[in-house]
């Protein structure tokens, strides 16, 4: 199972869980408490709503491009929370950061002449940013 997979089936998890807890809500509450707990502005079936649709908009944004970097992390690396690979060079924001020690801002980290993706296709550039020398020799022009 990828990762992209996993997040989903959480997310899916994560909706069945939110929409139990309301159902059975629903079905335990008396009329009288749903008189007098009504707030002047909103009923409560209205707040109720609101509430849920924070916490799916709190929910959807928290790795919203899938990458495998929260929204939070994409802050802290200067990279797009709306796109998973930000500067387009063929690896994921999340792969550069933890695997291939890459810059997620550049695409040819290391100023080999190629996308950081194609060089990590290649064998060229390896898992903690090492350079596997051997096969940068047999791509060179
Ligand atoms: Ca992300
Ligand atoms: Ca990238």
């Known amino acids: 199972m990828n990762k992209r997979t ?3 089936v ?3 998890v994560i909706v069945g869980i939110i ?3 309301i159902v059975q809500r629903r079905h335990g509450q008396s009329p009288a408490v749903l008189t007098t707990t009504a707030a ?3 009923d ?3 707040q109720q709503a609101n509430r849920i649709a924070q916490t799916f908009q709190t929910a959807l944004k928290i790795d919203q491009d899938l990458d495998g970097l929260s929204d939070e992390e994409e802050k802290k690396y200067g990279t797009s929370p709306a796109s998973s690979d930000t500067d387009q060079d063929g690896l994921l924001d999340k792969d550069e950061v933890t695997i291939f020690k890459t810059d997620p801002l550049k695409t040819d980290t290391y100023g080999i002449g190629h996308l950081d993706g194609w060089s990590v296709q290649r064998g060229i550039i390896l898992p903690d940013g ?3 020398q051997a096969q940068l020799n047999k791509f060179k022009k």
Do not use: D, E
């Open 6 to 8: 996993l997040v989903i």
């Open 40 to 42: 002047p502005t909103a």
């Open 10 to 12: 959480v997310g899916v």
């Open 44 to 46: 409560p079936q209205t």
């Open 130 to 132: 090492k350079i596997n």
């Open 19 to 21: 929409i139990a807890i």
